[in-house]
């Protein structure tokens, strides 16, 4: 299991994301432990079965034992937030926004890693599930960081080609389970 097996899983008519997937992962400049938190973050993210048990174990054996489960704390932590952040962001009556949240969190103030690496994790899962809110909240605190624009783009290109893929393959196995 690798992203090379993941990449010969894709079909021929979706080559540019096979292509995007080898360059967004192959041929990134962050820090092993961004790039592979990000990945491991949105895989999960991502709902995908098939994308996870691909993506994992090189995940897995890229970061330490505190980046995997920070990783992975920020999908499920994002998970959560993205839902309820996103719903009261999209109600009309806005004041929502001004009532408690009441949900816990406490890891987002205590990952067990670098918190500019969470934060970033927590934006690439923000970008799978579409939460605005949650979005310019993370991007803000990245660049208030000293993240150039390109570094936060690239949490979100790798959102967007793990999402892709997991979509496509997921449909592919739909489609032969037929």
């Known amino acids: ?36 938190g990000t990945v491991l973050s949105t895989a999960i993210a991502s709902r995908s079965p098939i994308v996870l048990r691909e993506l994992e174990p090189e995940a897995k054996a890229n970061l330490s034992p505190e980046a ?41 103030g205590n990952p067990g890693v670098d918190k500019v690496d ?12 579409g939460c605005g809110m949650c979005l310019d909240s993370h991007e803000q605190v990245l660049r208030k960081a000293g993240l150039e624009r390109e570094a936060v783009q690239e949490a979100f290109k790798i959102a967007a080609v793990i999402q892709a893929v997991a979509a496509t393959l997921d449909a592919e196995a739909a489609l032969t389970a037929q």
Do not use: C
């Open 118 to 129: 969470f934060e970033f994790w927590s934006f690439a899962v923000s970008a799978i599930n």
């Open 1 to 36: 299991m690798s992203l090379d097996s993941l990449k010969s899983r894709i079909p021929d008519y979706a080559k540019d994301l096979k292509l995007n997937l080898g360059s967004v992962i192959g041929n990134s400049d962050l820090p092993a432990q961004q790039l592979w």
């Open 68 to 108: 995997y489960t920070a990783a992975k704390a920020a999908a499920a932590v994002m998970a959560m937030n993205n839902v309820f952040y996103r719903t009261r962001h999209l109600l009309s009556d806005h004041e929502y926004g001004n009532l408690r949240a009441g949900l816990r969190m406490n890891v987002i």
